[in-house]
Nanobody, 115 residues
Framework: QLQLVESGGGLVQPGGSLRLSCTPS????????MGWYRQAPGKQRELVAS???????KYADSVKGRFTISRDNAKNTMYLQMNSLKPEDTAVYYC?????????WGQGTQVTVSS
């Protein structure tokens, strides 16, 4: 079964940066549009950034100008560069397809923005 593995989270001060990585157990980036999602405590999971097979990119308004999604097909890894982090970015971050039919969720990676 396909597995999604997220990493790179941690504790960072407001204004800081983190880079998250998503590595599927097999190469799916040439097949699926992918996205980064996040779920804050008590809130629904939301899509914050997505990248299509032909590298068209979209961002949620809340992260536009601060987050950058990218993908390295040769390394089978998708990234989320997060700059100018705010406390409201605190959440568990996940990667998955950007589609109505999702893959099994990975464990996610916790991002905590706090002074």
């Amino acid at each position: 079964q396909l597995q999604l593995v997220e990493s790179g989270g941690g504790l960072v001060q407001p204004g800081g940066s983190l880079r998250l990585s998503c590595t599927p157990s097999r190469n799916i980036f040439s097949v699926y549009a992918m996205g980064w999602y996040r779920q804050a405590p008590g809130k629904q999971r939301e899509l914050v950034a997505s990248i299509t097979i032909d590298s068209s990119i979209k961002y949620a308004d809340s992260v536009k100008g601060r987050f950058t999604i990218s993908r390295d097909n040769a390394k089978n890894t998708m990234y989320l560069q997060m700059n100018s982090l705010k406390p409201e970015d605190t959440a568990v971050y996940y990667c998955n397809r950007d589609f109505i039919t999702l893959l099994p969720w990975g464990q996610g990676t916790q991002v905590t923005v706090s002074s």
